[in-house]
């Protein structure tokens, strides 16, 4: 029995390889592009920078109307930030962690803004912004209200925020379950928060919804136990998601994206890599682009990722 189960962990395994060297990105021409983003309304969730920064200024391109949220706002009125941070600190330096993430929120508000300008030159008809705490599940609605308000629907759902979370378990720092809770909130509640409230008008227009998890919501590693665990959370519902919308005959589709290491410039990176293989956030972006037209179950980014998790998973 354990020799069948190593053979066919290798079977996987070549499979993976095979794939890695076989399967291409969809190739689009202009004119499919055009058709499938032109006017299009597209909700993209953390935009400010990386990543989605990119896959914004490709969407303009396309003549796509844009809702660009913040990833590390807060919220929008200041009492609201003074009273969160004061409720994590509960001590004399509420203030300092409070002006301090005054002075966070204010720079990604700020860089969101360049973006907004830089997408309307690339070609979009309307960019609309919004600086949020996705930590705030209760009034996460709100981005998808502002949404069909401002732009009139919603075609493509782009659930791109996550909150880094770092800390060893054993022999290290305690960590706080308030630290455990913003981490899940963010990764995964919110998401699914923003997924629920679109889905009636992503039902309308035959939307598509886009996921970004992470390769380590399927494998795992020392120091990143909150982080992982809250990608194979993320990874849980959304595939029982994607299958519920396919028993169903839903029009509406989703993408589980397992995001591996890319140079985004945004964040430390998570693992120490070579060079080559981390990925580039502006191909990272081509490839995302991609799969919102060709409606792909999963999407692995870079491709090399879909081989470390299979050898992970076959040697631990």
Known sequence: MVCKGKLGAISILLIS?????????????????AAGFKGKVVLLCHASSGVGEQLAYQLARQGAKLLLVTRTGRSETLSNKLTLSESYTGNDKANESAQAQLQIS????????????????????????????????????????????????????????????????????????????????????????????????????????FVSSSALGEISKAGLAVFSSSKHAVNGFFYSLQQELSDKKSPVTLTLGAVGEVDAGDKTPLFTLPEWMVGDKVECAEVIMDSLLARPRTLTYPRIHLIMVRLQKLFG
Do not use: C
């Open 106 to 209: 204010a720079q990604t508000f700020t860089l969101l803004k360049a973006v907004r300008e830089e997408a309307l030159r690339l070609g979009s008809p309307q960019v609309e912004i919004m600086s949020f705490d996705f930590g705030d599940v209760e009034s996460v609605d709100k981005v998808v209200e502002r949404t069909v308000e401002r732009l009139g629907g919603l075609d493509y759902l782009v659930l791109n925020q996550e909150e880094l979370a770092r800390g060893f378990l054993v022999k290290g720092r305690p960590i706080d379950h308030k630290f455990v809770e913003r981490t899940f909130n963010v990764n995964v509640l919110s998401g699914i928060q923003i997924a629920l409230k679109a889905m009636p008008y992503l039902q309308q227009s035959k939307g598509h919804i």
């Open 17 to 33: 390889i095979a794939l890695y060297w076989s399967l291409k990105s969809p190739s689009f021409s202009n004119e499919e592009y």
